[in-house]
C-alpha cells in the first residue's frame, strides 16, 4: 500500500534547524505493530500516523511512535502533525484545531505563521533529594548549582526540571548518559543578552541522548515556571543550540491554559510505500 508522507522540521522556520518529524497520512489501514516498526524504521525521536477521529469533537487523530514505543502525547509531534494536516488540505470545525490523541483532545490555535497546543493538564511534585543528588551528578554539577527544581509530571519516569543560573552553564553541561539510565532531565536557566529568554535542554537516552526541541518540556516548564514566579506569563525558550539547531518555542500563560507555540517547515513530501 501506498500512503502520503510527509516529513516536517518543528519549532523552527528554517530547515534543518528544528526538531524532524515524520508524517504518515491517511493511515488507518495500518496496525499498531506496522506503525511501529516503520517508526523505529525512520530512526526520528517520533513518527505520527494521521487517522480519521473517533471523537465528533476532533478533527483529526494522531498515533505518536518513538522508535521503541507508543507515547499518548508529545509536543512536537502535535505541532508537526497539525501542520501537515493541514498541509494537506485539512479543515478545522471550528476556532481551533482539535488533535485526538492517547491523552484525549488538544486544542491547538494558529497564531500567525505559528501553532500552539494548549498544554495538557500534569500534576507536578517535588523533586526527592535522592534524585536531586542522582541528577547533580549525571549533571556534572554541584547540588548547590541547582537554583531549583520540579518533578514535572508524574508518568513513568517523566521529566524533571532543573534550574541553573545562565545560559553559559546550561550550554557548557556534559551529562554523562550512562549514570542517567532512564531519567528524564530538562535544563532550564534565564538567557540575558541571548537568543532567547531562557536555553532550555532536554536530555533522554531514548532518543540517543538529547533532544534537539521538546515540546511536552517546554510544556511543564511553563506549568513550573510561570506560577512560581520564575518566568513571565509570555517568553521565548531557545533550544538545540548544543546540537547546532536554532529550536525556538513560544510560550504563553492565559486565564485557562499554558499555550506551546512555534513554526514548523514541510522538508520532505511524497508517497510512502508500506
Avoid at 481551533?96 to 491523552?103: A, D, E, H, K, S
Avoid at 545562565?166 to 542517567?180: G, I, Q
Avoid at 528524564?184 to 529568554?197: F, H, K, N, R
Avoid at 525556538?248 to 507555540?261: P, Q, Y
Wanted: charged letters at 20%; proline letters at 7%.
Amino acid at each position: 500500500m501506498r500512503f502520503a508522507f510527509s516529513q516536517v522540521d518543528v519549532f523552527t522556520n528554517r530547515a534543518g534547524y528544528g526538531n524532524p518529524l515524520a508524517v504518515v497520512h491517511g493511515a488507518a489501514a495500518l496496525d499498531g505493530a506496522r506503525m511501529q516498526h516503520f517508526a523505529n524504521w525512520t530512526n526520528l525521536s517520533e513518527t505520527g500516523f494521521l487517522l480519521p477521529p473517533d471523537s465528533p469533537e476532533a478533527d483529526y487523530k494522531v498515533r505518536i511512535f518513538t522508535p521503541h514505543a507508543e507515547l499518548p502525547f508529545a509536543g512536537h509531534p502535535t505541532l508537526g502533525s497539525c501542520h501537515a494536516w493541514l498541509a494537506a488540505g485539512g479543515v478545522p470545525k471550528g476556532d481551533f484545531i482539535v488533535q485526538q490523541c492517547g491523552v484525549g483532545l488538544v486544542r491547538i490555535k494558529r497564531d500567525g505563521t505559528r501553532l500552539a497546543f494548549a498544554a495538557p493538564d500534569a500534576e507536578q511534585s517535588e523533586v526527592p533529594p535522592e534524585l536531586l543528588a542522582r541528577i547533580a551528578a549525571v549533571l556534572g554539577v554541584a547540588e548547590t548549582e541547582i537554583l531549583a527544581a520540579r518533578q514535572l509530571s508524574h508518568r513513568a519516569p517523566g521529566w524533571t526540571g532543573v534550574l541553573l543560573k545562565d545560559r553559559e552553564t546550561v550550554l557548557a553541561l556534559k551529562p554523562d548518559f550512562a549514570a542517567m539510565g532512564e531519567l528524564e532531565i530538562g535544563v532550564v536557566a534565564p538567557s540575558p543578552g541571548g537568543p532567547a529568554d531562557f536555553e532550555v535542554r532536554a536530555f533522554v537516552n531514548d532518543v540517543g541522548g538529547e533532544d534537539p526541541v521538546t515540546g511536552s518540556l517546554n510544556a511543564g516548564l511553563a506549568r513550573w515556571l510561570i506560577p512560581a514566579g520564575l518566568a513571565p506569563a509570555c517568553y521565548v525558550a531557545a533550544q538545540g543550540t548544543a546540537l547546532g539547531r536554532e529550536g525556538r518555542v513560544f510560550v504563553a500563560h492565559d486565564e485557562r491554559d499554558f499555550w506551546i507555540g512555534g513554526e514548523s517547515v514541510e522538508v520532505i513530501s511524497g508517497s510512502l510505500a508500506l
